[in-house]
């Protein structure tokens, strides 16, 4: 099994990102996907989560709005399109596999900033 994030940066409040993460290594079509974050000195959270036909989504209460988890199970992809980005969600940005969260990538780093 690997996860392999993409398309962290630096980019400046307000400002948007689309992040990747490819998965391989196992029926890609059978597993949710999640995406984490966690910032310095803080634990890792749930940002968004998505089930394996994509039929159904949820995200913390702190990005609603701004960002939309999608899944395209024919690329073995799930992504993460976050817009109206702030400060607050400058972090290490992880994808996992399944509902317990038994493999993770190793992260790809969003910083927010001016």
């Known amino acids: 099994v690997q996860l392999v994030e993409s398309g962290g940066g630096l980019v400046q409040p307000g400002g948007s990102l689309r992040l990747s993460c490819a998965a391989s290594g196992f029926i890609f079509k059978s597993y949710y996907m999640s995406w984490y974050r966690q910032a310095p000195g803080k634990e890792r959270e749930l940002v968004a989560l998505?089930?394996?036909?994509?039929?159904?989504?949820r995200y913390a209460d702190s990005v609603k709005g701004r960002f939309t988890i999608s899944r395209d199970n024919d690329k073995n992809t799930v992504y993460l399109q976050m817009s109206n980005l702030k400060p607050e969600d400058t972090a290490l940005y992880y994808c996992?596999?399944?509902?317990?969260?038994?493999?993770w990538g190793q992260g790809t780093q969003v910083t927010v900033s001016s």
């Open positions: 996992s596999r399944g509902a317990n969260n038994d493999y």
């Open positions: 998505i089930t394996n036909n994509g039929g159904s989504r």
